[in-house]
């Protein structure tokens, strides 16, 4: 008994000694040796502090800079995760509206290229003062999705208001024609701007369906999340579809737009890639982002 004892502590031991010391180490070595960089997640800094990953997507908001691939992760390393909706889920369809809402482009020679989506939009939501009551009515999952998200700034509101009607109830008899924008934490009644064009842009191509054949297609990667909500990369024609809201963005009133459209263009050249032997060509956001600064 005791010899089978002692061989099973030694088999014990042994597994332990490779499976969890040397295999790991020598895996550890190995890839610090030979991939320094990618072993330690491709981090990026700038004057000595970390700004991001080449491997992880993070993200970017303001409109002088690309965007990521939305993300179910929210771009949290440690909640890598697709989210799962279907495709006949509200919140999928919302959430690829409001991406597509404040960039949308109308085809080049369209018949309604005189004006631009967006001041389509805001001309729309402008013409009838309850499209937000209508769009409450008739969105009560996003409604709910909406008040989750911005509960603090909807506390602070309705303690200032008398009477216990619905955040929604109260606000569009008191603000007609507006929408409650969330700015600097705090509910503002907006009438255009990109709020209302990501809210209502669903809202307005259902009412609108002639502009569907008008517009250009949208790159799926612009409104579809990665499975693990964290690829740092998306498709030139995203890159290309989003360059004139950065150049204009960068431009502001006085700048050279078509000089800086160049050079914009000339980075997304340069840092353009294909993966395997003929995949899509891609860019990766950081790096994009970081070469146009």
Avoid: C
Avoid at 19 to 42: E, K, M, T
Avoid at 72 to 96: F, M, V
Avoid at 242 to 270: F, M, P, S, Y
């Amino acid at each position: 008994m005791k010899t089978n004892f002692r061989a099973h502590l030694f088999l014990l031991a042994s597994t332990l000694l490779i499976g969890v010391i040397l295999y790991p180490l020598s895996i550890w070595l190995f890839a610090q040796g030979f991939f320094p960089a990618s072993a330690n997640g491709q981090i990026v800094s700038k004057d000595g502090h970390v700004i991001g990953s080449e491997r992880i997507a993070q993200s970017f908001a303001k409109d002088q800079y690309f965007w990521p691939r939305p993300s179910a992760a929210s771009y949290n390393a440690s909640a890598s995760s697709g989210s799962n909706w279907g495709a006949n889920n509200p919140k999928l369809r919302d959430r690829a509206a409001r991406i597509v809402g404040p960039i949308a482009l109308y085809k080049t020679g369209s018949r309604f290229a005189t004006r631009n989506v967006q001041q389509d939009i805001e001309a729309w939501f402008a013409a009838t003062p309850d499209r937000t009551a209508e769009w409450v009515k008739a969105n009560p999952m996003l409604v709910e999705v909406f008040l989750k998200y911005n509960a603090d700034a909807v506390d602070v509101w309705k303690k200032d208001q008398p009477g216990d009607d619905p955040f929604f109830t109260a606000f569009t008899a008191l603000h007609p024609g507006t929408w409650p924008a969330v700015v600097d934490k705090k509910i503002t009644p907006v009438r255009d701007g990109s709020d209302i064009q990501a809210v209502f842009f669903d809202t307005w191509l259902r009412a609108n369906p002639d502009r569907v054949a008008e517009m250009q297609a949208i790159p799926a990667d612009m409104v579809t999340a990665s499975g693990s909500g964290l690829d740092p990369h998306i498709t030139v024609r995203n890159a290309q579809y989003q360059l004139e809201r950065v150049v204009t963005a960068r431009a502001g009133k006085d700048g050279n737009v078509d000089l800086i459209r160049k050079r914009i263009q000339e980075v997304i050249q340069a840092k353009t890639f294909s993966p395997g032997f003929d995949g899509e060509p891609l860019v990766n956001v950081l790096e994009l982002n970081r070469a146009i600064d």
